[in-house]
């Protein structure tokens, strides 16, 4: 096996690093916060904004001595691959933390609320609920859905160009153009904060016209858990992606060479995939 | 040689002190880390067996009801999340390593950060007992380990801390997933191929497939009982069109192949103990390898076994039911393998072989009860009894926690250089088996007789058998500080060096290496023939 028994050079394994562990600490700091807060404690709001300050802090030092070591060219192909894979099966993790929660709205509309109706008239505290999709439950509210050929479908068109314009830029930077790359990565931004106002107009209007809440029985919330984790990956994505573009403008990356780049454009398409599965089975069935 | 290579921790220099431990990007540090700390919380998890226990010792109340569901819950939860998990994840940054002939774990910050994960969960799970003190709260999350709803909708503040505790922990154990997978792919030495690694390593590559698959959606769903209980969602509520046993289907997707998350690592040590201690090959390593593909795959379609009594059509407890039963043909293949590999050896019983034949025993009860309640008829009489109660610790205590102590024993004289006191070692084994057959067998009998588990009190009738079950309680408890004694004594230095090669017939490229090894082992890769 000539190929496998070549030797594969030296790995790099990093120095002792004071990050991770003041990333933990930040992140109990913030656990901490959150359930003070929503129990109502005094403490919770002073441990929620420490945390997150030490998170801010940590996130900015850590990925900062990352790229001074990628650009200092400590990093080679045996250490990218580890990189990309890592990507991978994280990306593959939150297939899984979707998969969950569409398992959720697919048991609630063909199982939970069709055997809710079905009951016996005899045994049921409900003997008027009928199945229906989307269902306020026996006892919720009446509200309005939002139809998906509003924002929706104007979204739909926006986060597919933003995989496109992404691409664009991808081509670019292996191209050695720069100019293609920071013009693309900088649409990509944009369009991803439009998607994200006009995700945020729909949730205002969903509450003040529609009658559409969180607390409006099994669809309102599966519609807010389902769009709003989305919308919480688009917001990290815009993040990833504006740090990529800074890096570019500073002249990081090589045609060759630029892990983070492909990375954020995974992540990226990852949302986008996402989104057309929740335009049709949110919005559109 | 490359410039940038001045910038990497080359020699054993390392900083002293706790910022050794606090910063560290050294794979047997935080596999260290990982094994301390899950000993700790082991101690921690079985004082509260030892308080339920008491309390079931004579039938009369010691503590209020409250404060027993509490202690059983933080009990589960604490054994299962942060004695058992970090342990198996513990050997697996210690020895997965060395046995695949790399330099470190692929992703040596991450790695870090996944264990310092732990420790602050920890703290939040146990917290709320300390805020009670203090007038703040009423106390831990009581809904047992499984946090059914609606009643974890309707806890106190403890069921947030839980919430909170869980999210730390999944981020660690994925965390941990994804470092163990990329190293297993990326970081072998040249000519290692797949079905050339140990079979440790094969066990942990499936575990961690396993917790890719299913800690997200139990994440999903403890955010879904978050809203539930301060956002004004209806998830688990009929009023709103949800459904409470659609949050068992959440956990029990998670809760099921959690049970196998816990068991197969030490599946995987158990032939590495079993050949050196016969001082035979291993039997039958293409056959246990896909005996834990088919464990896995068929162990996140089996997860409504758990559900049979909370109402479910007679076509899906069929499908459960004999899915749940198709899992004991890879298991028997396993044993099978085990007992193929021991067959006319030489054997000789030092402590780590006397644990691992101990955990045949007891986890051959665990599984063949499991049969017993994976059938839908039957499970109706033994659902929520002490007899799941007694099945579930053959098979999680006589399971993990025994191939977890066979390893500890087996691996501790290669990472601290020293041999342990064989002696006290064999007593520890033959007290933890006879005290924890005298606590569980009774559970059998106390189950079939009909009481039920998460209660306090009981009839007088399970007098006499909860009695002998309190007593073999505190017989196993005790044992466990001749264990901790023993680590401490081999930590100080007690007792004659070890060898490289440890014991006679160990085999494998972590037995190559001097004990205890050095800091950095395998920098420059070793060519696998």
């Known amino acids: 096996m000539p190929a496998a028994t070549q030797s594969k050079g030296h790995y790099y394994v990093p120095k002792p690093s004071p990050y991770p562990v003041m ?57 990218d691959r580890s990189f990309r894979m890592g990507m991978v099966w994280f990306i593959l993790s939150e297939i899984a933390f979707f998969a969950g929660l569409f398992g959720v709205l697919f048991y609630e509309r063909n199982i939970s609320v069709v055997s809710l109706a079905s009951l016996s008239r005899t045994f049921t505290p409900y003997p008027g609920f009928t199945a229906a999709w989307p269902s306020a439950g026996p006892l919720g509210k009446p509200f309005s859905t939002v139809s998906p050929w509003g924002i929706p479908a104007i979204n739909t068109l926006i986060l597919l160009s933003s995989g496109v314009t992404v691409t664009w830029a991808h081509w670019g930077l292996k191209a050695g153009k720069r100019g293609t790359t920071i013009a693309g990565l900088a649409l990509t931004v ?44 688009v917001t990290i994505g815009v993040i990833m992606l504006s740090v990529i573009l800074v890096r570019c403008i500073k002249g990081h990356f090589k045609p060759d060479q630029h892990f983070a780049f492909e990375a954020v454009s995974w992540y990226w398409h990852f949302v986008d995939v996402v989104w057309l599965l929740l335009f049709v089975f949110v919005y559109y069935l | 040689m490359n410039a940038a290579h001045a910038h990497d921790a080359h020699h054993d220099e390392h900083p002293s002190g706790m910022t050794r431990w606090l910063f560290t990007t050294n794979h047997k540090d935080i596999g260290r880390l990982y094994i301390g700390f899950s000993i700790i919380m082991f101690l921690v998890g079985g004082i509260l067996a030892m308080l339920i226990r008491t309390e079931l010792l004579k039938p009369q109340l010691l503590f209020s009801p409250e404060l027993y569901n509490q202690i059983i819950t933080v009990h589960g939860l604490v054994m299962v999340f942060a004695a058992v998990m970090p342990a198996t994840t513990g050997l697996a940054n210690y020895l997965i390593p060395m046995m695949i002939g790399a330099p470190d774990m692929a992703l040596p910050r991450l790695n870090n950060w996944g264990f310092w994960l732990l420790p602050p969960a920890a703290v939040l799970l146990v917290m709320p007992f300390i805020l009670m003190l203090f007038g703040i709260g009423n106390g831990a999350i009581d809904t047992g380990w499984t946090m059914y709803a609606p009643l974890s909708v309707q806890g ?44 440790f390593v094969w066990s942990w590559l499936i575990t961690a497939f396993l917790l890719i698959a299913v800690f997200p959606p139990l994440v999903a769903g403890v955010t879904m009982l978050l809203a539930d209980r301060h956002f004004g969602t209806h998830f688990f509520n009929a009023a709103g069109g949800g459904d409470p046993v659609l949050w068992e289907h959440l956990f029990w997707f998670f809760g099921h192949p959690e049970v196998y998350i816990l068991l197969l690592p030490t599946t995987g040590i158990m032939p590495h103990i079993l050949s050196t201690f016969s001082r035979k090959p291993v039997y039958g390593y293409k056959a246990q390898v896909y005996s834990f593909w088919a464990i896995g795959v068929l162990s996140v379609v089996v997860w409504a076994h758990h559900m049979f009594t909370s109402g479910m059509p007679v076509a899906a407890q069929l499908y459960f039911m004999y899915a ?206």
């Open chain 1, 190 to 233: 944009a369009l991803g904060l439009m998607f994200l106002g006009f995700q945020a107009h729909e949730f205002y209007e969903a509450y003040t016209k529609l009658g559409l809440t969180l607390a409006s029985g099994v669809y309102g919330a599966t519609f807010f858990l389902l769009t709003g984790f989305h919308g919480l990956h």
């Open chain 2, 156 to 199: 106190g503040l403890g069921v947030d801390f839980a919430i909170f505790a869980v999210y730390l922990m999944g981020a660690s154990s994925l965390l941990s997933s994804i470092n163990i997978i990329v190293t297993i792919f990326n970081m072998r030495a040249p000519g290692m191929t797949m079905m050339k690694m140990p079979i």
């Open chain 1, 23 to 79: 990333l933990s600490g930040a992140i109990f700091l913030v656990a901490m916060g959150a359930v003070l807060e929503i129990n109502a404690l005094k403490a919770g709001p002073w441990s929620l904004l420490l945390g997150g300050v030490l998170f801010v802090y940590v996130l900015f030092h850590w990925f900062g001595n990352v790229v001074g070591e990628s650009e200092g060219g400590v990093y080679h192909a045996w250490e």
């Open chain 2, 324 to 529: 749940t039963m198709a899992i004991s043909i890879p298991v028997a293949i396993l044993f099978f393998c085990w007992f193929a590999t021991i067959w006319q050896g030489s054997m000789t019983f030092e402590t780590p072989m006397l644990f691992a034949l101990g955990y045949i025993v007891l986890f051959g009860v665990g599984g063949l009860t499991g049969l017993i309640l994976s059938d839908a008829v039957a499970d109706q009489q033994y659902h929520n009894s002490y007899f799941l109660v007694a099945h579930f610790h053959y098979a999680l205590f006589g399971g993990p926690v025994m191939g977890i102590i066979a390893a500890t024993y087996y691996y501790l004289p290669k990472i601290t250089g020293r041999m342990y006191n064989e002696t006290l070692g064999k007593w520890h084994f033959w007290q933890t088996l006879i005290g924890f057959n005298l606590t569980f067998i009774p559970q059998f009998f106390l189950g079939i007789a009909g009481m039920p588990r998460r209660i306090p009190d009981y009839a007088l009738q399970f007098a006499h058998l909860n009695m002998l079950s309190s007593v073999g309680a505190y017989i196993l408890g005790s044992a466990q500080l001749l264990l901790v004694y023993n680590l401490i004594q081999v930590m100080r230095g007690v007792g004659k060096k070890a060898t490289t090669q440890v014991w006679e017939g160990a085999q494998g490229l972590e037995f190559t290496l001097p004990s205890p090894p050095p800091y950095h082992t395998f920098e420059t890769q070793p060519v696998i023939q």
